[in-house]
């Protein structure tokens, strides 16, 4: 497939090698007390070293009171991001690229959760909204999501919160910054109306609802530049919660993706979980109820409604898109300059020699070894991680 293995510059200068780029997942092998270990490093490096044009690292939570995962990697303190420097580093030695991705998981969290009660803080959230359903594998009786939140009182301390791990994964040799904005996480949160019922100036309106996010990102682009930020949405999101009505969806994000353009960054990446394209490809989406029901048009793709809002003549931001394409399909849509970067999540775990498979034409390796692989608990932070079999290109063709 030709077209994903074109060169392509993101932003003003951060030259990519091919159009394909690794997603971030979270795999909680961060057992040094959240910092990325040998085995991040080791999965890293490998997956640039086959050529991949770009990496974006596991979401990484940006203070403690944000922390999800148990074994997530955080970047909030200098020992944070000198770890960071190690995986940066090697991923730069086999020339690669690699975005950074703050994160706060807002409402969807836990308060018995070791890092958030370690840092004495409550669960914050733009209003108290508990989230629906949810499952803590690593709590007692798996729990849901914590019905007690604490209304974040002035959002510009989380904002600065970001502003900090921005700067910290600069100095820790990233190339660049993805914001994650969706999966119902707290810049999710805001943007969404039944889980922001505030009366302020960052609630209510649309305007409002996106104040928070854009804040959020602004304080990025300060440290960063917008020419190498981009950010992660997902307007037909029904993860955590997350879902809205298809009238609420185009209005927030008619508004959202004109003042993403505004700032003129690298680029937008449009996730598609939670319309039927995706579920038709993906058998654990697919076995889920449908949260949005009947409010989506029957076939509805976003790209075909938000694509000409990113990618259009005179748009410096590149397009970037996300859950379940095929090789084939996203080639495609390079060809017909639909998108420009196609990424991919989960093929990359099974399948360190991805771009190779590419190139030689060759399917993706499968998942074999069951649901466990993605999350653990593990003995071995390379179990799962860094023991699936690699061919080389030359291989796979014969």
């Known amino acids: 497939m030709t077209e994903l293995l074109q060169p392509i510059v993101l932003g003003d200068n951060i030259p990519l090698r091919n159009r394909i780029c690794m997603g971030s997942m979270t795999r909680n092998r961060c057992i040094n007390d959240n910092k990325p270990t040998d085995a991040s490093i080791k999965h890293y490096s490998a997956r640039a070293q086959d050529g991949t044009g770009l990496v974006v690292a596991e979401g990484t939570f940006i203070t403690p009171h944000g922390a999800e995962w148990p074994h997530a990697p955080v970047m909030y303190e ?12 090697a991923v730069h030695e086999v020339r690669g690229k690699i975005l950074f991705q703050p994160w706060h998981a807002g409402r969807i969290q836990n308060d018995k959760m070791p890092m958030l009660q370690a840092s004495g803080d409550p669960v914050y959230a733009p209003s108290n909204v508990p989230a629906k359903g949810g499952k803590f594998r690593t709590l007692e009786g798996t729990p849901g999501h914590t019905q007690n939140l604490t209304e ?52 209510g309106s649309v305007e409002n ?39 609420e969806l185009t209005d927030t994000y008619t508004y959202y993706i004109k003042e993403l353009i505004r700032r003129d960054l690298a680029f937008v990446n449009l996730s598609r979980r939670g319309c039927d394209l995706a579920r038709e490809t993906d058998d654990y989406f697919r076995s889920q109820p449908r949260a949005h029901g009947k409010e989506l048009p029957p076939g509805y793709e976003p790209l075909a409604q938000f694509g000409p809002l990113i990618k259009y003549p ?44 590419v190139r030689a034409g060759v399917p993706f390796a499968s998942n074999t070894r069951g649901g466990t692989v993605n999350y653990g608990p593990f003995e071995d932070p390379n179990e799962n991680y860094n023991d699936w079999p690699s061919s080389s290109a030359k291989d796979i063709l014969s």
């Open 78 to 89: 200098q020992e944070h991001a000198d770890a960071w420097s190690k995986v940066t580093k």
């Open 152 to 203: 974040i009182k002035d959002p510009k301390g989380i904002v600065e919160q970001f502003r900090k791990s921005a700067w910290l994964a600069k100095q820790a040799g990233f190339d660049g910054i993805e914001l994650l904005s969706q999966g119902g996480y707290l810049l999710h949160n805001f943007l969404c109306s039944h889980a922001n019922t505030r009366m302020d100036e960052y609630g």
């Open 209 to 247: 609802r996106c104040r928070f996010p854009l804040e959020v990102l602004d304080a990025i682009i300060e440290v960063w530049g917008s020419r190498a930020v981009g950010i992660k949405i997902c307007p037909t999101d029904d993860y955590n919660d997350s879902a809205v009505s298809y009238d």
């Open 314 to 357: 005179g748009s410096r931001t590149l397009l970037m898109v996300n859950h379940e394409y095929t090789v084939e399909e996203a080639s495609g849509m390079i060809t017909q300059k639909r998108i420009d970067i196609v990424q991919f999540g989960r093929p990359f775990i099974y399948n360190p020699d991805l771009v190779s498979r």
